[in-house]
Every structure is written in structure tokens, then in C-alpha cells.
């Protein structure tokens, strides 16, 4: 499993009920990351997952951080 280490990016729970997930991960972390959302948690019913490769200068993030 790959190391996560300090992800940067975020969380948020949508008004549809699905949940936004932005990070910046190396290649070979992602598998390992996707696993993870697909797998979701205890108290989650994961549905499908779907990404996009965002730009690097978009995300500039210190930390990773839940929003609202």
C-alpha cells in the first residue's frame, strides 16, 4: 500500500448526498487512494467513483481540511 504521507486537498458532503473528494497524490498512490474512497466508510453506502486529473497549479492546498 502506498504511503499517504500529508495528502493536501479536501472533503465535502454535497446537498445531493455525494461527497467531493479533491487531493494531489503521485501516480502511485492512486490506485491505493481510489480503493479507499471506493470502499468509503463504516457508516457510508459508496455507489460509484468518478475522477478527473485536475491541473497542478490548481491545487494548491495546505494541508487537507473537511469543508462545509
Request: net charge negative; hydrophobic share 40%; charged share 30%.
Amino acid at each position: 500500500m502506498a504511503s499517504f504521507g500529508q495528502i493536501q486537498g479536501y472533503v465535502k458532503s454535497l446537498k445531493d448526498k455525494s461527497v467531493e473528494v479533491v487531493a494531489f497524490l503521485f501516480d502511485d498512490q492512486f490506485e491505493d487512494f481510489m480503493n479507499i474512497l471506493k470502499n468509503g466508510s463504516p457508516t457510508s453506502a459508496v455507489k460509484d467513483v468518478k475522477y478527473e486529473i485536475l491541473e497542478e497549479d490548481d491545487l494548491l492546498y495546505d494541508g487537507f481540511e473537511v469543508r462545509t
